[in-house]
Each structure stands twice: as structure tokens, then as C-alpha cells.
């Protein structure tokens, strides 16, 4: 069952903005533009069962499908991917979570691409609000910010993984915000589970991670 439950989605407007940065390696080898991806609002966002997040650890690949994404980031990534991942609940449980990953275009470095994992700020609190729903990775068209400086870092050769925070993505839940113990430790799942989502990429073991 989801983490959350509650009302229709409702905005959320908060001064509060976390960003959350691990880096480590991806080898981009083989890597190939992602083509256009199913909906959104489709089977995608299914909870999984309770057994099936019981039998998996944090940071477990639970499904990924192909993202489409805005022209603006098609032109600097040769992959997105939408992805959803098992972490750990308010109260220790096992709860799925969404998200996206985009890898850049061209050659990886000498030992893969590093790896920003990305902690939005406030986007609302209802289903719809997830970054993964949208091709701007924001709910509205109107707001750039974070997609400019997301942009900007994959054109400057980062892989950027970013995180839906728990309780949103999924019908029919709401995000606890702020909790967190419990983002940062969606922000920090997301980096395992990008490991697992392309048999192309490959992330190193080594990480590390900034909060502000």
C-alpha cells in the first residue's frame, strides 16, 4: 500500500529548497537517445505489492521505462529514463518510490560519467506534482529554474538522477513534506538504483553526498 494517502493534490509553496549531490561514475558506453516513453499517467505509477517490496533491499530497481523529456533536455542527454525504486519509510517499512535519470551525450571521461543525485525543491504534494510525469520535470510550464540548472549539468557531463521524494507520483498519495530523514534517504536510493537501470551504464562504487 502507498506510504501516504490524502485529498486531491493541492499546492504547496515553501522558502525551502534541498538540493542533495552524490557523485560517482557511470560508464556511458553504448548509450543511444532514448526513445519516446509510454505516459506518464499510465501503468507505470502502479504501487507495487507489499511482497515484492518486502523480498527487495533500499535502493532495489523495482521497474524503469523510457522518458520523454523537453527538447531543450533531449538536446543534452542520449538517455532518460524514468525509474522506480524501494527505500525505507517513516517508520522503517518498505516503500516504493519514482524518478528519472538522464545521462549526457558523447563520449563518457576515463572512468564514467560522474553522478549528481538531484533533491528537488517544493513542487506540491499531489501525484501529479512528480518530476518524473513531466518532460520539464516541473508541473507547470512556466518555472525553469531547476530545469536550467539540470540542463546544465548534463550538458557539463554530469548523469543526474533525481528523486520524486516519497508519497509523490503514485494516485492516490500525498507527500509528507518536509521529512528529511526520509527524502535524503530517497535522494540517496535512487543513486543504487540508477546502477541498475540501464545495461549500458555502469556507476562506480564510490559516493558522496552534500545537503544544503
Avoid at 48 to 65: D, M, N
Avoid at 78 to 103: D, K, N
Avoid at 110 to 119: K, Y
Avoid at 180 to 199: G, K
Amino acid at each position: 500500500m502507498p506510504l501516504l494517502r490524502g485529498g486531491p493534490a493541492r499546492a504547496l509553496l515553501c522558502p525551502l529548497t534541498v538540493l542533495a549531490f552524490l557523485a560517482g561514475a557511470v560508464n556511458a558506453a553504448g548509450s543511444v537517445a532514448a526513445p519516446a516513453g509510454a505516459s506518464p499517467q499510465g501503468d507505470f505509477y502502479r504501487y507495487p505489492s507489499r511482497k515484492t517490496l518486502e523480498r527487495s533491499s533500499p535502493g532495489h530497481l523495482l521497474a524503469s521505462e523510457p522518458m520523454t523529456v523537453s527538447t531543450r533536455l533531449q538536446s543534452v542527454s542520449s538517455r532518460a529514463t524514468r525509474i522506480m525504486y524501494r527505500s525505507v519509510g517513516l517508520h522503517g517499512e518498505p516503500i516504493a518510490v519514482t524518478g528519472f535519470l538522464l545521462v549526457p551525450r558523447g563520449a563518457a571521461p576515463r572512468g564514467g560519467w560522474p553522478v549528481i543525485s538531484w533533491g528537488h525543491g517544493a513542487t506540491g504534494v499531489g501525484p501529479v506534482c512528480a518530476p518524473s510525469r513531466h518532460a520539464n520535470l516541473y508541473p507547470t510550464s512556466d518555472q525553469y529554474a531547476e530545469t536550467d540548472m539540470i540542463e546544465h549539468l548534463v550538458q557539463d557531463g554530469y548523469a543526474v538522477v533525481g528523486t520524486d521524494y516519497p508519497g509523490l507520483g503514485f494516485p492516490d498519495t500525498v507527500e509528507n513534506f518536509p521529512q528529511t530523514d526520509l527524502e535524503s534517504r530517497s535522494v540517496i536510493d535512487a543513486v543504487l538504483a540508477a546502477r541498475q537501470a540501464s545495461i549500458t551504464d555502469r556507476l562506480s562504487r564510490s559516493v558522496w553526498g552534500k545537503f544544503s
